[in-house]
């Protein structure tokens, strides 16, 4: 850590809705034990207003009481702000995300009418695909391929989106598989198709990647590891960190098979082992045992993380970064929507793909304790001001929108497709008492 911790309970705090006997709120204090804490909370039915205690012993800290003016929906609340200018403000989302920008480049014009023909056509038998149209706010789908079990996420996106903000009508497609998928160059007609994980060989258009998409939407619920949770979770001080390199994972990609034989050829220097094989043969004379899974917050006892890609990019480096052990990130094509933001040496260490210099970098990394250190904590700065559930929303609802922008005819609801439904909410029916924008304002 950067400074030291007064203690994980130096502050108390309590949430409580001042008209109501009960609050359903999760309220959770986490030491992220730099001196600062991050307290979050996560309401089970709407209140009219929240009052906010932070105490420390029997004192309020600052301006402890906060009143919270409502109302305040929860999650599952289905009630829309129609301005979206207001959301954006509300949720200080940024102008432009420059990620976006790249992507949308490549795509001066959309046609759904046309890609409603031609990306089916095109991809429709091979790949696993989801054809979405939000009509009105309401989300609306039709499946391609075998394998549509991840729509679940994309599903759950679009659902909380609606539910937050009024959507633009938009029509669009969604590849659900590992790979990007739109590998042709212009003046080839390019067809606009969204994707967890983007690379330098294709032209698919970025989202966050299913995995972080569900912590946010999951946190406090059925997700351990999210963007906050790691961070109240990062092990002994720097000092006090294993400084032998560390990797655990599956054997997706040959790469990964070096990096375990380099740890077997050098274990005082890298632990990196198998938790599971699947795509090559278990070798164990060369690969050795495959080792029992550990917590993701047990990585930081080592001051080294080594990331390096799975089938694509690996999508633990958002949760890498957040921790305060230092990254040393394989250079690769594959990138998920932050990493054409990160910088080499500022956020990460990076090594060659072939894994040929990682020993060399480790050494390095070794030699410059401080730097190392300071790569670590610029890492983490960006992880905390780029990567937050707030930032996740922002990035959707920007895509969306400004895609929704270049569309020239109108989204329309195909012959197949069926609604998406929001989730029942029996137990807290919300009613919605949005006010005009100007009025909350
Ligand atoms: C550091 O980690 C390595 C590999 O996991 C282990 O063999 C070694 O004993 C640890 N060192 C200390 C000082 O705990």
């Known amino acids: 850590r950067f400074t030291s911790s007064p203690g994980e309970n130096?502050?108390?705090?309590?949430?409580?809705?001042?008209?109501?006997?009960?609050t359903r709120v999760g309220v959770q204090v986490l030491d992220r034990k730099d001196g600062s804490f991050l307290v979050r909370y996560r309401m089970y039915a709407s209140y009219k207003s929240l009052r906010i205690e932070v105490k420390t012993g029997d004192k309020h800290v600052a301006k402890s009481p906060y009143i919270l003016k409502g109302p305040i929906y929860h999650e599952n609340c289905d009630c829309p702000q129609e301005e979206s200018s207001a959301w954006l403000e509300e949720m200080k989302c940024p102008q432009t995300i420059p990620q976006i920008q790249r992507d949308l480049a490549n795509f001066p014009i959309v046609d759904p009418d046309k890609i409603a023909k031609e990306i089916p056509q095109r991809f429709g038998q091979r790949q696993s695909l989801c054809h979405y149209t939000i009509k009105d706010n309401e989300v609306y789908i039709k499946t391609y391929g075998e394998h549509v079990g991840f729509r679940i996420f994309m599903d759950a996106i679009l659902l909380s989106l609606t539910r937050k903000v009024k959507m633009p009508d938009v029509e669009f497609f969604v590849n659900l598989g590992d790979w990007p998928l739109e590998k042709r160059k212009p003046p080839q007609n390019l067809h606009p198709i969204f994707s967890w994980c983007g690379s330098s060989e294709s032209k698919d258009i970025v989202m966050?990647?299913?995995?972080?998409?569900?912590?946010?939407?999951?946190?406090?619920?059925?997700?351990?590891?999210?963007?906050?949770?790691?961070?109240?979770?990062t092990g002994p001080l720097w000092e006090d960190k294993n400084t032998t390199a560390f990797w655990r994972g599956r054997d997706s990609r040959k790469e990964r098979l070096e990096l375990v034989k380099l740890s077997r050829k050098y274990p005082e220097i890298i632990d990196a082992a198998f938790t599971n094989f699947f795509f090559f043969k278990h070798d164990e004379s060369l690969y050795g045992p495959i080792v029992k899974h550990i917590s993701f917050f047990d990585f930081f006892?080592?001051?080294?993380?080594?990331?390096?890609?799975?089938?694509?990019?690996?999508?633990?480096?958002?949760?890498?970064?957040?921790?305060?052990?230092?990254?040393?990130?394989?250079?690769?094509?594959?990138?998920?929507?932050?990493?054409?933001?990160?910088?080499?040496?500022?956020?990460?260490?990076?090594?060659?793909?072939?894994?040929?210099?990682?020993?060399?970098?480790?050494?390095?990394?070794?030699?410059?304790?401080?730097?190392?250190?300071?790569?670590?904590?610029?890492?983490?700065?960006?992880?905390?001001?780029?990567?937050?559930g707030d930032h996740i929303f922002c990035y959707y609802f920007k895509l969306f929108q400004e895609y929704a922008s270049l569309q020239v005819s109108e989204p329309k609801i195909r012959d197949g497709m069926e609604k998406v439904q929001q989730p029942d909410d029996d137990l807290f029916p919300c009613t919605c008492h949005r006010k005009k924008a100007k009025d909350e304002l």
């Open 10 to 22: 130096a502050f108390q705090v309590k949430i409580t809705a001042p008209e109501e006997q009960f």
């Open 301 to 388: 006892k080592y001051k080294y993380q080594i990331n390096i890609d799975g089938t694509v990019a690996a999508y633990r480096l958002p949760y890498l970064l957040a921790g305060d052990s230092v990254v040393l990130k394989q250079d690769s094509i594959y990138y998920e929507h932050f990493y054409n933001e990160l910088q080499p040496w500022k956020h990460y260490i990076p090594f060659k793909s072939d894994l040929s210099d990682l020993l060399e970098k480790l050494q390095w990394a070794k030699d410059h304790d401080e730097e190392a250190k300071n790569i670590a904590k610029s890492g983490q700065e960006f992880a905390r001001n780029n990567l937050m």
């Open 208 to 233: 966050p990647t299913y995995d972080l998409t569900d912590s946010v939407l999951e946190t406090m619920g059925r997700v351990s590891l999210d963007m906050m949770s790691v961070q109240a979770n």
